[in-house]
């Protein structure tokens, strides 16, 4: 049983263009959560989605910043015209159920901003 | 004030020492509290979790809850080379119970 896949792993982008980061939960997850981590700094809640919803979304910024969780394929974080603020490791995590004491997290994906 | 205060270190001790993890928060209401370690360039990984106030071990981790003084800390006995990483303290409680509030994490480097 794979656990917590994310692509890329590093991505970088000029400012102005579109970051896509992926998210392939663990096998029988159907609950995926995002975090972004700054250096020195602990993770930020971003979004809470199960299949096809987002349940919470209050840690996202308004502007630029999307998320989806298809019925089918991964969850994808979409990030337009990013910024070298948008710079940071992107963590997702996928629980089979809605406890964070049963999420798992899969190894993150580095977003530079040149 | 932040929800949850960690010193970030580095606690650099020598192999075999206990070492000793601390943090702070700020929100009584938070029920559950966990600590994840993090290797470089890897994600969180779940060491181990508590509910309420009290000790959990687990091998060499302990894991300790002090409500009263919103206070938690984890153990780790014998420490190794291994454990060098950076430990994180989340917390939340069931009213969000996916909305972790997370330390920064104190790095901790174990020399041999």
């Known amino acids: 049983n794979a656990g917590v896949m994310q692509n890329p792993r590093h991505l970088v982008r000029r400012r102005g263009q579109e970051a896509r980061l992926r998210c392939s939960p663990m096998?029988?997850?159907?609950?995926v959560y995002w975090y972004r981590q700054l250096p020195e700094e602990g993770l930020k809640f971003m979004v809470y989605?199960?299949?096809?919803?987002?349940?919470?979304e209050s840690g996202m910024p308004k502007e630029r910043f999307s998320a989806e969780f298809p019925k089918e394929g991964p969850s994808i974080l979409r990030i337009q015209q990013v910024v070298r603020g948008d710079s940071a490791a992107y963590f997702c995590?996928?629980?089979?159920?809605?406890?964070?004491?049963?999420?798992?997290f899969g190894q993150g994906t580095r977003l530079t901003v040149v | 004030q932040k929800e949850v205060e960690q010193d970030p270190g580095p606690l650099s001790v020598p192999e075999g020492a206990i070492v000793s993890l601390n943090c702070t928060y700020s929100?009584?209401?938070?029920?559950?509290f966990m600590w994840y370690r993090q290797y470089s360039r890897k994600g969180p990984e779940l060491l181990m979790y508590?509910?309420s106030s009290g000790n959990k071990e687990d091998g060499r981790f302990t894991a300790q809850v002090d409500k009263s003084s919103k206070y938690i800390s984890l153990f780790i006995r014998d420490s190794q080379p291994s454990d060098s990483a950076t430990y994180l303290c989340?917390?939340?409680?069931?009213?969000?119970?996916?909305?972790?509030?997370w330390g920064a994490g104190t790095k901790l480097i174990i020399k041999p």
């Open positions: 995590a996928s629980s089979e159920g809605t406890s964070n004491t049963e999420a798992f």
């Open positions: 096998k029988g997850h159907s609950h």
């Open positions: 989605l199960q299949k096809e919803n987002i349940i919470d």
């Open positions: 929100n009584s209401a938070f029920q559950y």
């Open positions: 508590t509910y």
């Open positions: 989340a917390i939340f409680n069931m009213d969000s119970n996916y909305q972790l509030i």
